[in-house]
């Protein structure tokens, strides 16, 4: 797909610069341009084209396991715990497809029969800070629900309903830098994953501006896509997955 036709192009350079086949790796990841983060974008929508109908298959299957899982009680909870092996599966496909090779559905997989001891153990500590963040919000909501009725209001206020909101994205960001990065991390330069999320917090935090980019584009891309009754999330998230193995290759390799 050449610049000109595609809308999602970083200005500063061609994706095909920034996310180079082969470089050296870079454990705590490089700070890139701010631009970079619609190109990231661009390359999960040219890796989307090149093989559709393979990505909308791995997109069904994901759907349909995290329905299945969500119907079930308790284990539902823990789908955390395997999450990133799902994640680090479909970086195996993304890497796959880039070298020529044909991205396979079963990609999804892929990754648990070489590295599930280690994403779990991701998945674990993702899990554990979750536990913990609901813990704090639990303790917060009811510190702000028994001041409201010590102080005889039926209800919290709506500024401190609005705080509790804030301090819980606040928590979880953190969390989500964390595991960013870290199943791509894990399969392919077998970083132990503590370390793999230590490094993948602190690249996306050297990476403000560029995330900053990348989150409002796809803000307005997730709003687009739930318009034709959420179908458009079939193309999209595919185009995310993508996306991430290219900011992956953009910050921790140099060519």
Known sequence: MSSESNPFKAP??????????????????????AG?????????????????????????TFLLITIVIGMIPLVNFFFNLILPVF?????????????????????LFAAFSSHAGKLILVGLVYLVGIIALIIV????????????????????PILAMLLIGLLA?????????????????????EVPPVQAMKS??????????PFLVYGLVTMVLAILACLPIFLGWLVLFPVLQASIYASYKDMFTRS
């Open 137 to 156: 919000m639990a303790v917060v909501g009811g510190g702000i629900g028994f001041g409201a009725a010590m102080m005889g209001s039926g209800k919290p």
């Open 12 to 33: 500063e350079a061609r994706v095909e610069d920034v996310i180079a086949n082969s470089g050296e790796f870079i454990p705590d990841g490089q700070q890139v341009p």
């Open 200 to 209: 993948s917090f602190f690249a996306c935090l050297k990476n403000f501006l």
């Open 169 to 189: 994205f606040a928590l979880m960001v953190p969390l989500a830098m964390a595991v960013w990065y870290a199943p791509a991390l894990v399969v392919f330069h």
């Open 36 to 60: 970079n983060g619609i190109g990231w974008i661009g390359k999960g929508w040219d890796m989307f084209r090149e093989a559709p109908g393979t990505w909308i298959g791995l997109s069904l």
């Open 87 to 107: 994640i680090g599966g479909l970086m195996m496909g993304c890497k796959a497809q880039e070298e020529g090779e044909e991205l396979r559905v079963g990609h």
